[in-house]
C-alpha cells in the first residue's frame, strides 16, 4: 500500500513535470517560418574542403592536395570507410576553385576539364554510389571570391545545371555583389530558383555575413529562404579564430538564438578538428559548443592523415547526439564568472546539455562550481537529475539534488560537457 507520503511527494513530481513540460513546449513554438524545403530538420554534417586545401589548383606540383575530383574521390572512400558515413557525416561539399574560368557555349557553368576530367555529375554519380550527398559553391556576385564565374544574372541556369548535375547542396558566397539590393535579391531568387527544380538541394546562404557591415539583418526574412548561413569571418586553423567565432555568437544571441531551428540553423564555419593549430583542450572546446550551438558540423580537415584522438572526438555519438538533437533549440551563454562560461541547451526529453569553458590562457586546471539549481531555466534539475559527462572523457557523475553544487575541473581554453536528464 502506498503510503500518503509518498503519494504526495508523486503528485509533487507530477506537477514539476507537467509545468517544465508546459514550459518546454511553449518555449519551442518556433516564431519564424523556415525554408519550405523539408531539409536541414537537424544541421547538416559532412566535409568540406576549404579551410584545409583552399584555391589549391596546382596538381603538377601538389597532386594529393589540389581541387579535383581525385582529392573528392579519395574523401568519399574515406568517409564510408573510416565511419564517417555512419556517425552522421553525410555531404561531401566542394568549395571555390572548381570552375573553369568561363562558362560554356550555353552560359553554363564547367568545372576544370584537368581537374575533373569527369565532369561535376561524374563525380556525383560516385559519391552517391557511396551513400553520400555531394555539395557544391557558387556565388551571388559578378564573380566567386576565388575570381571564378559568378551566379549574378544566371540564377535559374546555375540551379538547373546543379540539380542536373544532381548535386545535393549548394554553398552560395556573396562576393563581388554590388549593392545589398542585388545581394538580397540574388539569395532569394537562387533559393527559390533551387527549390523550382524539383530536387532536393540543401541551401547554405552567406547573406547575413555580407549583410553585418550595412545593417542588422532580418534573419525572419533569411530564414525563409535558406536551410543555414554564415554570420561571421571565414574560421582559421587557430585558437584566436575559434574564440573570436565564440564571443561573436555569445554577443549576440539575443539576435540570432531564436531563429534558429529545423530547416534553419546559425553556422558558425567548419571544424578545423585534426588540423594544425588547436590544442587538445581547444578542439574539445571546439566540439562541444558547436554542439551546444547547434552548428552544422561541417569538417574541413584532411581525413587521410588525422589522428585517432581527433577522429574519435569527431565521431563522439554522445556529442552528435546533442548537435543533431530533434527539438531543435539553439543552445545560448547562460553566464560569464571567475573566467569560466557556462552554456546551456534544451534537449528533448526535458534533458539539457551544458558545457563549462575555462577563460583562463595561462597556469594550470582551474575548478568552478555552479548551482544545478541554475541551471535549465531553474527546471534541468527541478527535483533532482543525473548528470553524465561526455568531453573531455565520458563518465556518469551521479545523481544530483536541486540543491547539488556541481564541481568541474577545466583545462586552460578547455571545456567540459555535461549532459542532464530528468
Known amino acids: 500500500m502506498v503510503t500518503g507520503k509518498l503519494m504526495k511527494l508523486g503528485q509533487r513530481l507530477g506537477c514539476v513535470l507537467a509545468l517544465s513540460v508546459l514550459a518546454l513546449v511553449l518555449w519551442s513554438v518556433p516564431g519564424t517560418k523556415a525554408l519550405d524545403n523539408g531539409l536541414a530538420m537537424t544541421p547538416t554534417m559532412g566535409w568540406l574542403h576549404w579551410e584545409r586545401f583552399m584555391c589549391n589548383v596546382d596538381c603538377t606540383e601538389e597532386p594529393d592536395s589540389c581541387i579535383s575530383e581525385q582529392l573528392f574521390m579519395q574523401m568519399a572512400d574515406l568517409m564510408v570507410s573510416d565511419g564517417w558515413k555512419d ?103 537562387m533559393s527559390l530558383a533551387l527549390n523550382r527544380t524539383g530536387r532536393s538541394i540543401v541551401y547554405s546562404c552567406e547573406w547575413p555575413l555580407y549583410l553585418w557591415p550595412f545593417h542588422k539583418p532580418n534573419y525572419t526574412e533569411i530564414r525563409q529562404y535558406c536551410n543555414h548561413w554564415r554570420n561571421f569571418g571565414d574560421i582559421f586553423d587557430s585558437w584566436q579564430s575559434v574564440k573570436g567565432i565564440l564571443d561573436w555568437s555569445s554577443s549576440n544571441q539575443d539576435t540570432i538564438v531564436d531563429v534558429a531551428g529545423p530547416g534553419g540553423w546559425n553556422d558558425p564555419d567548419m571544424l578545423v578538428i585534426g588540423n594544425f593549430g588547436l590544442s587538445w583542450d581547444q578542439q574539445v572546446t571546439q566540439m562541444a559548443l558547436w554542439a551546444i550551438m547547434a552548428a552544422p558540423l561541417l569538417m574541413s580537415n584532411d581525413l587521410r592523415h588525422i589522428s585517432p584522438q581527433a577522429k574519435a572526438l569527431l565521431q563522439d555519438k554522445d556529442v552528435i547526439a546533442i548537435n543533431q538533437d530533434i527539438l531543435g533549440k539553439q543552445g545560448y551563454l547562460l553566464r560569464k564568472e571567475d573566467k569560466f562560461e557556462v552554456w546551456e541547451r534544451p534537449l528533448s526529453n526535458l534533458a539539457w546539455a551544458v558545457a563549462i569553458r575555462s577563460l583562463r590562457e595561462i597556469g594550470g586546471p582551474h575548478s568552478h562550481t555552479i548551482s544545478v539549481a541554475t541551471l535549465g531555466r531553474a527546471a534541468a534539475c527541478n527535483p533532482a537529475c543525473l548528470i553524465t559527462q561526455l568531453l573531455p572523457v565520458k563518465k556518469e557523475l551521479g545523481l544530483f539534488e536541486w540543491t547539488s553544487a556541481l564541481k568541474m575541473q577545466i583545462n586552460p581554453t578547455g571545456t567540459v560537457l555535461v549532459r542532464i536528464k530528468k
Open 87 to 189: 556517425a552522421g557525416y553525410q555531404y561531401l561539399c566542394i568549395d571555390d576553385c572548381w570552375m573553369a574560368p568561363t562558362r560554356d557555349s550555353k552560359g553554363r557553368l564547367q568545372a576544370d576539364p584537368e581537374r575533373f576530367p569527369g565532369g561535376i555529375h561524374h563525380l556525383a554519380n560516385y559519391v552517391h554510389s557511396k551513400g553520400l550527398k555531394l555539395g557544391i559553391y557558387a556565388d551571388v556576385g559578378q564573380k566567386t571570391c576565388a575570381g571564378y564565374p559568378g551566379s549574378f544574372g544566371y540564377y535559374d541556369i546555375d540551379a538547373k545545371t546543379f540539380a542536373d548535375w544532381e548535386v545535393d547542396l549548394l554553398k552560395f558566397d556573396g562576393c563581388f555583389c554590388d549593392s545589398v539590393k542585388h545581394l538580397a535579391d540574388g539569395y532569394k531568387h
